[in-house]
């Protein structure tokens, strides 16, 4: 059985066969505000994640975990049983929906504090994108999914796999036979999708999508040796980062191996009739792009979320302070140019108005945290012109719908009651992104701020990468 079969049959039996709520442990239970079987959110503003504008004076009615029913506040009366929260000049969106959401920084792993900062920030599923530890994600993922720790859905990824000369560490291609059954025996775990990088060359990448698609698992890909047209030939899932990686526009490329001039990121305009022609390919040949753009602006401008800095241990506020000093000495430059991320951007937009799927995650990594990235990705969209109903289908029905779910993703009846409930006008103010009151995850309301508290100061640090789901996670 394939795991996208394993996932859905989970849900639907407890939608039909259970028909109750999950069941969350005394530790999950510690930062729920709300946990009662019927709730009713009146008078908010929506974003229900179609693409549509904003729903105004909305009543939402939540039911053993799920959408009940949504209507104008003067339409839909409240029954006396219902739990009755007042959202008057507040905002409702779908839980964030991440497609790069990773559960590590580059250091080490997240494990306690990571599933916290993402469900605090309103993300209710991730896809994490490849994993050097692929066990250890499938273990916690587990955890969540059983009620015993407080965290967004998790929709494991394999190891990462990459070509012959790619890193030690990841599974390179050097035999076929090797490659299938490592693919088969991930599959057989429950991990959905399988994550290629770099050095991957077209030969590879067949293999890997052939093994991958018989196995009912989707395959996504940080591209350089293969050509974005050539993965998408290849009948690749999705590809990572958007525009700052399409070495197909790479002048002196070497077709087969990570090479070329990367000109083509400050020089090279999205309406060029070369760009948009692959745009149309990727979009005839049904390619998602993943669009990470809280990294990119991190390595353009470089600067911290004052929320990041408060979360972090002392090891990374200080490995953030001598970037800082390293780039002043550099008068302000990084190693991503302010030009790409606003290029990057703009190819999102053209991709997405052009009818492709796009998606979005933070690609954790530098000072871009979990939740926080997600939450700025909202803000860049915004700022490279998306209308706010835009943003928020990226951010949420869309990544449903890459990730072949049905029954998250919108704020319809009949949805799973994955919500988020803001403080402020998000139509006005884009920042509001970050006033979480509420985070429902399958009906249950969670307390962004006691969330934050029990992480503050701890991301990064060693209780971090030693945690493991054995019954008795840390306070």
Known sequence: MNPFTVYLLV??????????????????????????????????????????????????????????????????????????????????????????????????????????????CGVTTIQTCGTGHPAEELALARAIEEGRYPGPEIIPSSPYFTGRQGRDHFVRFTEEKKVRDTIRYWARQGVAWFKVYRNTRPEDLRVIVDEAHRQGAKVTGHLCATSYSEAAQIGIDAIEHGFIHAFDFASDRVPGTCSGNVDFRSTLGVQEPVVQELIQLLIKQGVAISSTPAILEAQARGLADPRSLEAMDAFHVQAYQRRRKERESRAGEG?????????????????????GLLTAGPDPGLHVLPGYGDQKNYELFIEAGFEPQAAVQILTANGARLLGRTDIGKVQPGMRADLLLLDGDLQADPRVIRNPVLVFKEGKGYDPQKLLQAVKGKVGAAMDDTWRVDGKPMP
Not at 18 to 31: C, H, I, R
Not at 69 to 96: C, F, K, N, Q, R
Not at 336 to 355: C, H, I, T
């Open 11 to 120: 849900h639907l039996l407890r939608i039909l066969v259970w028909n109750q709520p999950l069941v969350v442990s005394d530790t999950a239970a510690a930062f729920i505000k709300t946990s009662a079987d019927s709730i009713a959110l009146v008078h908010a503003k929506v974003f229900d994640g179609s693409g549509n504008p904003a729903l105004l004076d909305q009543t939402v009615l939540i039911k053993n975990g799920r959408i009940l029913a949504i209507g104008h506040s003067g339409d839909v009366p409240v029954p006396e049983a219902y739990e009755t929260w007042d959202a008057s000049g507040m905002t409702l969106l779908p839980g964030l929906i991440g497609t790069h959401n990773h559960l590590r920084l580059p250091q080490g792993a997240l494990l306690y504090t990571g599933p916290k900062l993402y469900l605090a």
């Open 335 to 355: 190693g991503v140019k302010e030009a790409w991320l606003l290029r990057s951007l703009e190819f999102d937009r053209a991709f997405f108005r052009a009818g």
